[in-house]
């Protein structure tokens, strides 16, 4: 059954179109969730290879994405496993030079940046709720927890978020 | 004051700040049809030992007039047919075993074993393989690792140290025709853990290998079975939550005296 797929599926430029379909969407989610461009795509090539092996199981069309979705948010959790790990980066991360090229886009990276400093739950319940606009039980299924932990994760983000923007010199 | 709206606008224009498309397409499909190509080589040498396994042989199975199947592997829990299971050694378990499931129950990713998953009256089981815990369950993986030694003994001294969590043991016990001992989990009564956004739920380890977190659930009671199969560690983990009934309980239990380790 698998060779099957590996055979003639495959040979048609299934991974390929699905690749082009799906990865930019799952680089600026992995992005949001890790402010670097070079390790969201990292993420979401592991995110693809992990689900290719998976693919026999996707009846839907629409139900890559899903499971892109989650796979891209596990993998973020989990490269920023260790707390000091995280730390790190994010110094690393602060101290990398700007390029933001306005006033406005100072404001983004700077929220940004504070959105990468919550801790990783806090910061993808952020993202899945406001940037792919999912509900709190789409997102609690992606996070694996009720809807009410999603909404006091969101609640708990964005007020860690505004302390943390209070906090940044103007 | 920022509120949701101003971060809905900030994350959309960030995201916009990346290319439309992602710079190294080939490499990555290359990537994933190699891994295609390898998985489709173990699932047709998974199916040819299936089939030497249908074979009428001289050897009897491992439970005399059970069923053997193959367990379905998705993201999603898909119900499974009551039934005798094979489990082959994986990153999960460092040996084969044979698990039966009465009706009703679930597989997700291969390996997690469930009842009305996502409700308060779930069950839950798994083997595991893990060499480190959370030094305190409270923190979960926003605190420290605390690293456990090779032996039962010592993954059994580690659980009974962990801060955050209710535990007791150990218990001797057996699983599966070899010595274990068996170490009792539940969270504390006391407010929730402010890091963990899982309403009062405690994070016990993060088995990094196969990424996947023990949460142990407020209203949770767990059990880690701890055996010593021929010098090598394998853990069985059990789950009910609150709301389960007696019924239930025996089932899982029923569950995880049915298996049987294969050497």
Known sequence: ?170 | MIDEHDVREMLHRRADTLPAVPVDTPRAVRRARRRLVLDGALAMVAVAVVAVMATPSPTPPATPGATMTRLPNSVSPVPIEPGTYRVPRSAWSVVDFTVTFPGGWMVQDGHNYLKRPGTVEELFFQAVVMDEIYADACQGNDGDIAKVGPTVDDLAAALLAQRGTKASGPIETTLGGYPAVRIDLTAPNSKPCPSMGLQGAVQIWHNSPTDNYFVLHADGFASVYILDVDGERQVFLTQYRSAASEEDVRQLQEVIDSIHIET
């Open chain 1, 1 to 170: 059954m698998m060779g099957e797929m590996a055979g003639e599926g495959i040979e048609r430029g299934m991974l390929s179109e699905l690749y082009v379909a799906y990865a930019p969407d799952g680089i600026r989610l992995a992005f949001l969730l890790t402010g670097d461009r070079a390790l969201a795509e990292d993420l979401v090539q592991d995110a693809f290879v992990r689900l290719v092996g998976r693919l026999r199981h996707l009846r839907e069309p629409d139900a890559f994405w899903t499971y892109l979705r989650v796979t891209i948010v596990n993998l973020a959790t989990s490269h920023f496993r260790h707390r000091k790990v995280e730390r790190a980066y994010l110094e690393r991360l602060a101290g990398a030079p700007s390029i933001a090229t306005n006033r406005n886009d100072e404001l983004d990276e700077t929220m940004h940046r504070v959105l990468l400093r919550l801790p990783q739950r806090q910061r993808a319940a952020i993202v899945l709720r406001f940037y792919e606009d999912l509900s709190d039980a789409q997102a609690a299924g992606v996070l694996g927890c009720s809807a009410g932990t999603v909404r006091s994760l969101v609640s708990r983000g964005m007020k860690t978020l505004r302390e943390g923007l209070e906090e940044v010199p103007r």
